[in-house]
């Protein structure tokens, strides 16, 4: 294994990591566990190309640890993981099945450690096809037994956040959604309704619609509420100076490039809504769905409960960045299991 990876992996704070190369597909497979603390560990696979094999690991590095955080905060009974296929391209067809079939083989190899659900660049289809080789697998669609998409409630989980955050009212807020595919679409059709002034942008034109920005002008546009809903990695040391929003307040994973920006976003005196916290609707779908046995209107109730979960950490911020509450929270959760198993 090259120093990359073994850097990569010495400098992170998670349990285990397992990597298969599949020379067939010239693909990378990480699946990252970052804590069991509260179960075994459970995340989405995404899919993506990347420009080196140890970009792939270190998202999937990163990501587990959001997802650690999101179980916790939503008090769900499972630890945090992440599944990463490095692909030379997006698969379609029979060779996208054989991929997934391979890495269902994979997953299933780890005796259940690790669950799976959909993510970036993947589909309750696609869940479909690696459960015909995995038990592990969760938000299959509801023809085949599964709970189905998560997008939807994690855009309306996004849409609670956003409409507490700015006191209840979104009439007339301006809302930039940077990324538009299946979680931001549908997060813009909700703040239109609730008479949102929405501004989308995305790399993908076919997905652009209403007012829109150059994917190159995001960061210096000025608006109300700033929501990226695409890649992580959106907030780094450059674009937190250039950033002309009150909030940022979005869907995507692991929005700061570096934890301590949310200090600096503090000191420039703009929120940051927790992204493990605002964007965990995902998490409440799929738990709720299929471990807790939830109904629409328990799952709706929950949903709702972001966006109070949020005030109550804004509140608790005592002058700092309500990153800080947000994480002391977590650390209660886990802390608790553990006594627990003691």
């Not at 190369?21 to 699946?31: E, G």
């Not at 190899?109 to 993947?122: C, K, R, V």
């Not at 969760?138 to 855009?155: E, F, L, Q």
């Not at 804004?314 to 553990?338: F, I, N, Q, T």
Request: glycine share 14%.
């Amino acid at each position: 294994m090259g120093s990359a990876f073994q850097e990569l992996i010495e400098g992170w704070d998670g349990e285990q990591v397992a990597v298969r190369y599949d020379a067939d597909l010239a693909t990378w497979m990480f699946i990252a566990v970052h804590s069991t603390r509260l179960g075994s560990a459970g995340g989405g696979t995404r899919m993506r190309v990347y420009a080196r094999p140890e970009d792939g690991l270190a998202d999937a590095l990163n990501l587990s640890g959001a997802m650690t955080r999101k179980f916790a905060v939503c008090d769900v009974p499972r630890g945090g993981g992440k599944g990463v296929l490095a692909v030379p391209r997006l698969f379609d067809g029979e060779e996208r099945i054989e991929l997934l079939h391979r890495y269902g083989d994979f997953i299933s190899s780890l005796g259940g450690l690790f669950t799976t659900a959909p993510d970036m660049n993947t589909s309750e289809r696609d869940m479909d096809v690696i459960a015909e080789r995995c038990e592990y697998v969760v938000c299959r669609s509801a023809s085949n037994g599964g709970s189905g998409s998560t997008a939807p409630a994690t855009a309306r989980g996004v849409f609670y956040g956003i409409r507490a955050s700015v006191g209840g009212d979104l009439q007339g807020v301006r809302v930039l959604i940077q990324g538009v595919g299946a979680v931001g679409a549908i997060l813009a059709r909700e703040l239109e309704a609730a008479g949102a002034e929405v501004v989308v942008s995305d790399v993908d034109p076919s997905r652009v619609f209403g007012q829109a920005v150059d994917p190159a002008d995001v960061i210096g546009t000025e608006c109300d509420v700033f929501a990226p809903c695409a890649a992580g990695g959106v907030i780094d040391s450059d674009t937190v100076e250039r950033l002309r929003c009150r909030m940022i307040a979005g869907a995507a994973n692991n929005q700061l490039a570096d934890p301590a920006l949310a200090d600096r976003l503090h000191e420039r005196g703009i929120l940051y809504a927790p992204d493990y916290i605002i964007n965990s609707g995902g998490v409440l779908h799929g738990a709720g769905r299929e471990m807790l046995g939830w109904d629409d209107a328990t799952l709706e109730l929950h949903l709702r409960g972001l966006g109070d979960l949020l005030l109550e950490l804004y509140a608790a911020s005592d002058g700092r960045s309500p990153v800080h509450a947000a994480e002391a929270l977590v650390a209660r959760r886990l802390a608790g299991a553990g006594e627990l198993r003691q």
